[in-house]
């Protein structure tokens, strides 16, 4: 049990190295382009923190396990909500645009929508995939129209001003954060069977939680750097792509 107890530390630690860098890396391009740091927080850093749902929905689907995909999925969108800016809100309060209100918040809660209808027969077949990713494609495609109009930055501080250190910094960042989820998972759901908690139980609650960790790092490091934007895109990006990405690829 002590070796589980240092991988989960370990996850934490990547975890939080991993937001550092993806923030750096993240909103200096931003500005190094033109760009508001939420467009990437919605696109690069979104997709990036998602990889350890991706991860888990794939080896699910694979092994047959999709009660634990869907959970998983369903328990980090929760926890990206309530918990990661529940936690922002304590430390710094959290800025939120016209555009979050108008597009993102409303696209966060048709993905969830979509989601729930194609469910609702008790089963997500793989037509109901095509339909979730064809949803994902869309939203992108707007995302890409609105690039010049609503993600138009200003020439605004460069949080790194080497371009080049940016580009290393987001793999960098994204390769902790995937590393720091995995060990949390791992490290967690060994303590939970360990102590005799059903494996249902550990999807909807530990794995979620453990998935939703890169998300609550990031949050929590921009808002001690009030640099809330970036962390604000990546949770409601980050929800549409579990909602319509992973569930649609696993599906």
Do not use: H
């Not at 999709?66 to 309060?93: D, E, K, Q, W, Y």
């Not at 995302?143 to 501080?157: I, T």
């Not at 989820?181 to 791992?186: D, E, I, P, S, T």
């Not at 999807?203 to 979620?208: C, E, M, P, R, S």
């Amino acid at each position: 049990m002590t070796n589980e107890i240092l991988i989960l530390f370990a996850g934490l630690v990547a975890l939080y190295l991993g937001a550092e860098a993806l923030i750096r890396g993240g909103a200096g391009l931003a500005f190094a382009f033109g760009l508001k740091p939420i467009l990437i927080g919605l696109t690069v850093v979104a997709f990036g923190t998602s990889l350890p749902e991706f991860t888990v929905g794939i080896i699910s689907a694979v092994k047959d396990s999709t009660g634990l995909s869907i959970g998983n999925v369903i328990g980090s969108n929760i926890c990206n909500i309530l918990l990661i800016f529940g936690v922002m809100a304590l430390i710094r309060p959290i800025n939120i645009e016209e555009g979050n209100l108008r597009q993102d918040i409303p696209a966060v809660l048709a993905s969830g929508a979509m989601l729930w209808i194609l469910a609702a027969d008790g089963e997500i077949n793989f037509l109901d995939g095509l339909l979730l990713l064809l949803g994902f494609a869309i939203y992108l495609k707007l995302l890409w129209d609105l690039r010049k109009s609503r993600f138009a930055g200003e020439n605004g501080r460069k949080i790194v001003s080497n371009k080049l250190l940016n580009y290393l910094l987001i793999p960098i960042g994204l390769g902790l954060l995937i590393f720091g989820g995995w060990a949390c998972v791992f490290g967690g759901s060994a303590i939970a069977r360990y102590y005799s908690v059903p494996e249902s139980i550990i999807g909807l609650t530990v794995i979620a939680l453990g998935t939703s960790l890169p998300e609550l790092a990031i949050g929590v490091v921009a808002s001690i750097k009030n640099q809330s934007e970036l962390p604000v895109g990546n949770t409601l990006g980050s929800n549409i792509f579990n909602s319509l990405g992973v569930i649609g690829v696993a599906a």
